[in-house]
């Protein structure tokens, strides 16, 4: 009997770590190799954008995107209880940038 082994990604929690736009991305892995916490695993299909397997091990400091040769390949998602929110003091209105 012939066996397989399949790496599946983990379903990314409320949010994805990053955001590969499969259009743009050329799969030279780059972005592999640099990701100091293994997040991102090479695509088994040649020139495929690569897998987000532990999308919520990322330490989201961006070295994917900066590393990246193709500008808009990859896009970094951060949690939203680290974005800045805004609070207008005329109107208090409550914003995010």
Partial sequence: MKYSAYAMPNLPTPGNCVTINPDICTGCCRCVEVCIMDVLIP???KKGPPIILYPDEC??????????RES???????PL????????KDTGEHFRV
């Fill in 81 to 88: 209880m680290q974005r800045v929110r805004w609070k207008r």
């Fill in 72 to 78: 808009g390949a990859i896009t970094l998602n951060h």
């Fill in 59 to 68: 330490y989201y400091d961006g070295c994917c995107v900066e590393e990246c």
């Fill in 43 to 45: 695509n088994p299909e």
